[in-house]
T-cell receptor, first 112, second 113 residues
Framework: AQSVTQPDIHITVSEGASLELRCNYSYGATPYLFWYVQSPGQGLQLLLKYFSGDTLVQGIKGFEAEFKRSQSSFNLRKPSVHWSDAAEYFCASNTGFQKLVFGTGTRLLVSP | NAGVTQTPKFQVLKTGQSMTLQCAQDMNHEYMSWYRQDPGMGLRLIHYSVGAGITDQGEVPNGYNVSRSTTEDFPLRLLSAAPSQTSVYFC????????????FGPGTRLTVL
């Protein structure tokens, strides 16, 4: 069965510093991969997605993610974090068989 | 477009009560789904539907029923509420599955006493 692992429950980053959130997936073939963001009290919003082609994917709000098949990873990055980026981030995968599987999420705290 | 709407935003039930969480979308999406979100567990799929009249179980379906009589609506029914069903419930929709973006509603926070 497919699974998604986000090893970091919480991450604290200083405003202006770079950010990397880790995500590993478990599936034999390449799944469709997504990053969603959830602001407090809100639903989830798509940041970016990957399903084929260029392994570096650009998303909204200045985020990008890199797919690395050899490491089964899809890490999310941002070169300079803003206070408004404080939120919970979810990695998700879909093998195309109608079920989206989420990781447990990483809560990002931004310090001044 | 209103997108995906959910009602109510908050609900408190007593153990054994039943209720229906409403979900509607105005994007003509075929695929709709229900998730529950619990601390430290991410989002877990309860039920999903690939079109009107077609539903299937997700990862945690016990205690919940769904039906899909129209493309727009996908209600989630709690048959006999239990404290273990205290959670935040999200409805989502997309054109299809696989690579399509899922659009999420704002959620319903349910407390079962």
């Amino acid at each position: 069965a497919q699974s998604v692992t986000q090893p970091d429950i919480h991450i604290t980053v200083s405003e202006g510093a770079s950010l990397e959130l880790r995500c590993n997936y478990s599936y034999g073939a390449t799944p469709y991969l997504f990053w969603y963001v959830q602001s407090p009290g809100q639903g989830l919003q798509l940041l970016l997605k990957y399903f084929s082609g260029d392994t570096l994917v650009q998303g909204i709000k200045g985020f990008e993610a890199e797919f690395k098949r050899s490491q089964s990873s899809f890490n999310l990055r941002k070169p300079s974090v803003h206070w408004s980026d404080a939120a919970e981030y979810f990695c998700a995968s879909n093998t195309g068989f109608q079920k989206l599987v989420f990781g447990t999420g990483t809560r990002l705290l931004v310090s001044p | 477009n209103a997108g995906v709407t959910q009602t109510p935003k908050f609900q408190v039930l007593k153990t054994g009560q039943s209720m229906t969480l409403q979900c509607a979308q105005d994007m003509n999406h075929e695929y709709m789904s229900w998730y529950r979100q619990d601390p430290g567990m991410g989002l877990r799929l309860i039920h999903y539907s690939v079109g009107a009249g077609i539903t299937d179980q997700g990862e945690v379906p016990n205690g919940y029923n769904v039906s899909r009589s129209t493309t727009e609506d996908f209600p989630l029914r709690l048959l006999s509420a239990a404290p273990s069903q205290t959670s935040v419930y999200f409805c989502a929709s997309s054109y299809n599955q696989g690579r399509d973006t899922q659009y999420f509603g704002p959620g319903t926070r349910l407390t079962v006493l």
